[in-house]
T-cell receptor, first 113, second 116 residues
Framework: GDSVTQMEGPVTLSEEAFLTINCTYTATGYPSLFWYVQYPGEGLQLLLKATKADDKGSNKGFEATYRKETTSFHLEKGSVQVSDSAVYFCALYSGGSNYKLTFGKGTLLTVNP | KAGVTQTPRYLIKTRGQQVTLSCSPISGHRSVSWYQQTPGQGLQFLFEYFSETQRNKGNFPGRFSGRQFSNSRSEMNVSTLELGDSALYLC???????????????FGEGSRLTVL
């Protein structure tokens, strides 16, 4: 079945540091890949997505590239801000008759000023 | 455009009781999914509805049930509550197409259930 593995953290960085959160997946076929973010006390919101191999998703300075050969979708940001403190979830959607997202466990990021 | 609305936001129940949670999707979205979020298990899929039909169900006991109405609003019910049912229950809506490129979900803020 589908599965997503991501580094669980927590991750603590200073403002303006470089961020990488690793994500690898197992899926049949060619899934779409997503990063969702959950700010304290809120639901999840889509951060970025990629729908095919070598696609790069980007939003708010965050980037992730769909690497089919390594089955990975690592999240990166060159310079984090305090406002980026949140939980980040990697997810995949394999479509067909599945109709569900499969999520990683989530990574708590804390950015200190 | 209004987002996904979940009610109630917080509730406290005791073991053995039942609870009903409500979700109003984004206008025009016909698919509603439910997820349970706990610190230990993370996000786990409960079920998905499209045009009043359940299309997929996660690995939860029969105490967890749901339904969708003709206006796409959805409810989920948990009967005979157990302590382990304490969680944040998230509802998400989408257009509901089969194409995996449209797997983007729009989440509500969740209903936080505490079972005492």
């Amino acid at each position: 079945g589908d599965s997503v593995t991501q580094m669980e953290g927590p991750v603590t960085l200073s403002e303006e540091a470089f961020l990488t959160i690793n994500c690898t997946y197992t899926a049949t076929g060619y899934p779409s890949l997503f990063w969702y973010v959950q700010y304290p006390g809120e639901g999840l919101q889509l951060l970025l997505k990629a729908t095919k191999a070598d696609d790069k998703g980007s939003n708010k300075g965050f980037e992730a590239t769909y690497r089919k050969e390594t089955t990975s979708f690592h999240l990166e940001k060159g310079s984090v801000q305090v406002s980026d403190s949140a939980v980040y979830f990697c997810a995949l959607y394999s479509g067909g008759s599945n109709y569900k997202l499969t999520f990683g466990k989530g990574t708590l990021l804390t950015v200190n000023p | 455009k209004a987002g996904v609305t979940q009610t109630p936001r917080y509730l406290i129940k005791t073991r053995g009781q039942q609870v009903t949670l409500s979700c109003s999707p984004i206008s025009g979205h016909r698919s509603v999914s439910w997820y349970q979020q706990t610190p230990g298990q993370g996000l786990q899929f409960l079920f998905e509805y499209f045009s009043e039909t359940q299309r997929n169900k996660g690995n939860f006991p029969g105490r967890f049930s749901g339904r969708q109405f003709s206006n796409s609003r959805s409810e989920m019910n948990v009967s005979t509550l157990e302590l382990g049912d304490s969680a944040l229950y998230l509802c998400a809506s989408s257009l509901g197409h089969r194409n995996p490129n449209t797997g983007e979900l729009f989440f509500g803020e969740g209903s936080r259930l505490t079972v005492l």
